[in-house]
């Protein structure tokens, strides 16, 4: 079965730099999602992406955070000066083209942690 | 985002059925109930979603309330592989993209 996967696993960055965390998401989807959870805390959504722009943000994606889809395949998620907030378990998600209601496939995220 | 209250945590033998119940009670009539679940050290995985009808699925069974205010997650026979935080979310057709996670039931399969 195709699957949404994401690289690293885990990622070690010293604050204030920058950090690309990768995603390859299944090849016929069209909606990609990035989504954070912070330890012991709730999955928390930080962006949709659709037809090569953001149609949806959250309060957390501010100016530090950027997507972008440079090739037909990835998927990629930059935080331009980490904090050590920032510090959780990203998941990459996408879905098929349809309805909003077509499930979201999730990878098995990138643990980061800022030192 | 219309809320959603489960139990925080429930617990099942294996092999045996597991009810997981949600309560919706300001569901509005475009709200679909999605259901997902989170194995320890993994992403979100979906399992089912229904508007009004019951629903089934090689995973489970989504029961809804005929007043739509509440619905049951139904695993027929639970397995180890089961435990899970299991997610209830509202979907507004049409609405926003996002998925809104609440706590979920953290459920215990014993052997």
């Known amino acids: 079965e195709p699957e949404v996967t994401q690289t690293p696993s885990h990622q070690v960055t010293q604050m204030g730099q920058e950090v690309i965390l990768r995603c390859v998401p299944i090849s016929n989807h069209l909606y990609f999602y990035w989504y954070r959870q912070i330890l012991g805390q709730k999955v928390e959504f930080l962006v949709s992406?659709?037809?090569?722009?953001?149609?949806?943000k959250s309060e957390i994606f501010d100016d530090q955070f950027s997507v972008e889809r440079p090739d037909g395949s990835n998927f990629t998620l930059k935080i331009r000066s980490t904090k050590l907030e920032d510090s959780a378990m990203y998941f990459c998600?996408?879905?098929?083209?349809?309805?909003?209601?077509?499930?979201?496939?999730f990878g098995d995220g990138t643990r980061l942690s800022i030192l | 985002d219309a809320k959603t209250t489960q139990p925080n945590s429930m617990e099942s033998n294996e092999e045996e059925p597991v009810h997981l119940p949600c309560n919706h009670s300001?569901?509005?009539?475009?709200?679909?109930i999605h259901w997902y679940r989170q194995l320890p050290s993994q992403g979100p995985e979906y399992v089912i979603h229904g508007l009004t009808s019951n629903v089934n699925n090689r995973m489970a069974s989504l029961a809804i309330a005929e007043d739509r205010k509440s619905s049951t997650l139904i695993l027929h026979r639970a397995t180890l592989r089961d435990a899970a935080v299991y997610y209830c979310i509202l979907r507004t057709q049409g609405g926003s993209e996002k998925l809104v996670f609440g706590k979920g039931t953290k459920l215990t399969v014993n052997p």
């Open positions: 992406f659709y037809n090569n722009e953001i149609s949806e």
């Open positions: 300001t569901i509005s009539g475009t709200d679909y």
């Open positions: 998600a996408s879905r098929e083209p349809g309805n909003s209601n077509q499930p979201q496939h």
